[in-house]
Structures are given as structure tokens and as C-alpha cells.
């Protein structure tokens, strides 16, 4: 039960950032909602395995390539579901920054 409620919040999450930000949209609330499942799916799969390859860049650049790596998820969620919408590296690299922070003040708010 405790995983559908954070399925909600990250949904909720995606489309408060959709709101901010002119190139992040959704076609419809479902595609919300699927967006954050496939999201969940590529940050517990994807995402550790290339921290881990990045991890000499990513403390060259002292954490900095991490943000990239977040960034990289989110265009590649927009990519996977049809409904979905990232413009731009750029506006994935900010909306990532700004969805970790709806997220985290969410989470704390909610649960």
C-alpha cells in the first residue's frame, strides 16, 4: 500500500513541475501518472548502475554530473511514454532540481 502512496505523490510531483515549466508538459493526467511509474522503474534500475559509471566524473565535478544523470532520466521518461513531454536538456536539468524539491517538501508534508 505504502508504494502506491508514493506512486501519488511523485505523480503529483511531475505535474506541479509540468505547471512550472513551459517545456515539461502531459497530455493527460493518466500520462502523470505513468510517467511516474516509469520513472520509479528507471531511478531503481537505470540510475544506479550509471552513478556508478560516473562516479569519477561525478567527483571531478564535485557531484555536478549527478544533476546530469537526473537530467538524463527525465528526458529518457519523456522519450519511453507517449503523453509526455520534455522539451529540452536544459528544461529536464532544472525540472529535475525542481521535482527532487516538490518531491522531498511533498514527502515531508504528506507522509
Known amino acids: 500500500m ?16 509540468a505547471w512550472m515549466f513551459d517545456g515539461i508538459s502531459f497530455d493527460t ?12 522503474v528507471i ?11 560516473a562516479l569519477p566524473i561525478t567527483i571531478l565535478t564535485f557531484g555536478i554530473f549527478a544533476l546530469i544523470i537526473n537530467a538524463a532520466m527525465l528526458i ?11 522539451s529540452g536538456f536544459f528544461t529536464a536539468f532544472f525540472g ?4 527532487s524539491i516538490v518531491s522531498s517538501v511533498l514527502y515531508a508534508v504528506l507522509e
Open 2 to 17: 505504502r508504494w502506491i502512496w508514493h506512486w501519488v505523490l511523485s505523480a503529483i510531483s511531475l505535474l506541479i513541475v
Open 96 to 99: 529535475s532540481i525542481v521535482l
Open 29 to 40: 493526467v493518466g500520462a502523470a501518472f505513468i510517467a511516474a511509474l516509469v520513472l520509479g
Open 76 to 86: 529518457l521518461a519523456g522519450h519511453l511514454v507517449s503523453g509526455f513531454h520534455v
Open 43 to 53: 531511478n531503481t534500475i537505470l540510475r544506479p548502475i550509471l552513478k556508478l559509471l
